[in-house]
């Protein structure tokens, strides 16, 4: 194999490891903003009861269902 087909092997190798390594990283942050936003919406004291464009409703929390007396499963 010739060195300069080699040496593009490796450099694309190592692209795809800090592209890995990038996106694991943003991965976690994102998880992490994420139970930060889902534990401040559980634990408001208001029921929160959001919908889409469509009048579908796309979220609610646990007190929007206690309040309602929902079945937290539908």
Request: hydrophobic share 50%; with cysteine; charged share 15%.
């Amino acid at each position: 194999m010739p060195t300069s087909v080699l040496g593009q092997i490796i450099l694309i190798a190592a692209l795809a490891l800090i592209a890995l390594a990038v996106g694991g990283a943003l991965f976690h942050r994102m998880q992490a903003q994420n139970r930060r936003l889902t534990d401040a919406i559980e634990n408001m004291s208001q029921g929160l009861c959001m919908f889409d464009r469509r009048a579908r409703i796309i979220l609610v929390n646990c007190r929007y269902i206690n309040m309602y007396q929902l079945d937290p499963n539908d």
